[in-house]
């Protein structure tokens, strides 16, 4: 293991705490998925942003089983 694995490692972990909203829409077949991915994307880097997607990624609005 050289000197990147480490830094790969914590690059990983930063992006899944990042899209941590985007993967539990997602996984909770979010209504607004594709709309809170979009957010997390723009505005994620921002702590209120990231607060806003994660708080809707959370809500009910999942789709009624088929």
């Known amino acids: 293991m050289g000197a990147g694995f480490p830094t790969i490692v ?3 972990l930063i992006a899944a705490v ?3 909203p ?3 829409a997602w996984r909770r077949q979010h209504r607004w998925r594709q709309k809170i991915m ?3 994307l723009l505005v994620g880097w921002t702590v ?3 607060a806003v997607c994660l708080g809707l ?4 609005r999942t789709r009624d089983p088929e």
């Not at 990624?57 to 009910?60: D, G, K, N, Q």
């Open 57 to 60: 990624a959370l809500s009910r």
């Open 22 to 24: 985007s993967l539990l």
């Open 18 to 20: 990042y899209f941590l």
């Open 48 to 50: 209120i942003g990231w």
């Open 38 to 40: 979009l957010a997390n």
């Open 10 to 12: 914590m690059g990983l």
